[in-house]
């Protein structure tokens, strides 16, 4: 995608005719590991119920600091926008993620926004964090539960470029 060459999968209900509804996807992993390719059959099931799916690799904060991996969704997102029948969408387009995905997906949009980039239509967000907060009622009571303070600071630091607040 672009000149920063971001990798997208676009999956598409095989027996689908005609334009579809589609969906940018980020994948989840606290904007720090995981990977659009493991995240496949999620892409898959998600298509199969008549949606285009853009998967997304954008690139990890492990691999380039921020604001690398928003940057790649927001240049997959703009891709998608300009290549709609190229890749059999309607101008019906969200954006979706998981986790860190999730994020970023909300950020891309803020980000569409700023920059003047028209055409998404909403935002599936599921298990988003945004507010790096660990003093809360529910960490206190839920700290562990498949995932700990511990990480969700760790995946902090390893994305916000300015981490004030966040424990070490």
């Known amino acids: 995608v672009g000149e920063g060459a971001v990798p997208v ?15 940018l996807w980020f994948h989840g992993g606290g904007m720090m590991v995981g990977s659009a390719a ?10 199969i119920q008549g949606l285009v799916v853009v998967a997304v690799e954008f690139r990890n904060s492990t691999v380039a600091p921020f604001p690398a991996g928003l940057e790649d ?3 997959a997102t703009a891709w998608t926008l300009d ?3 190229e890749i059999g969408a309607t101008s019906q387009v969200f954006v979706a993620g998981e986790s860190g995905g999730a ?7 803020l980000l569409a926004k700023e920059r003047g980039l028209a055409g998404i239509k909403g ?5 988003p964090y945004l ?4 003093d809360t009622d529910s960490w206190n009571k839920f700290d ?18 300015t981490p004030a607040g966040i424990a070490s």
């Open 103 to 109: 994020n970023l997906a909300i950020a891309t949009c």
């Open 83 to 85: 290549h709609l029948n």
């Open 144 to 161: 562990g539960y498949w995932i700990t303070r511990a990480m969700i600071n760790t995946f902090a630091r390893g994305y916000t470029p």
């Open 73 to 75: 969704c927001y240049a």
């Open 38 to 47: 493991r995240s496949a059959a999620g892409y898959k099931s998600v298509a």
């Open 9 to 23: 999968t676009v999956y598409r209900p095989a027996k689908a005719e005609g334009p579809l509804p589609c969906a």
């Open 123 to 127: 935002q599936y967000v599921q298990a």
């Open 131 to 134: 507010r790096y907060a660990t």
